[in-house]
């Protein structure tokens, strides 16, 4: 499985991002699929993962209530809604892609890793 992400940029405090990964080659539905981000100096660390048909999400602390993660299995995209944006969520953002049905948040379990995509928050 191939993953391209794409979406980020530079944003304001407050505002909106919507990032997107598309896959090609595989089965897409048959794997979950979640974000990660990595701040500069910082761990790569988990961010939001949805299993393979969308029914199941998972979402790190920091970001419960802002970001919301979906997919289209027919698109063969996962997307990554972000509002209400704070400059600690400044990251490269990375998707991935895990053979199995059920979304978790450690990133050694994920099979797939797309190229990242910087976004960039402002204060």
């Known amino acids: 499985v191939q993953l391209q992400a794409s979406g980020g940029g530079l944003v304001q405090a407050g505002g909106s991002l919507r990032l997107s990964c598309a896959a090609s080659?595989?089965?897409?539905?048959?794997?979950?699929m979640g974000w990660f981000r990595q701040a500069p100096g910082k761990e790569r660390e988990f961010v939001a993962a949805?299993?393979?048909?969308?029914?199941?999400?998972y979402y790190a602390d920091s970001v419960k209530g802002r970001f919301t993660i979906s997919r289209d299995n027919a698109k063969r995209t996962v997307y990554l809604q972000m509002n209400s944006l704070k400059p600690e969520d400044t990251a490269v953002y990375y998707c991935a892609a895990k053979r199995s049905y059920q979304p978790v948040p450690g990133r050694y379990e994920y099979d797939y890793w797309g190229q990242g995509t910087l976004v960039t928050v402002s204060s």
């Open positions: 080659g595989g089965t897409f539905s048959s794997y979950a």
């Open positions: 949805v299993s393979w048909g969308g029914g199941s999400t």
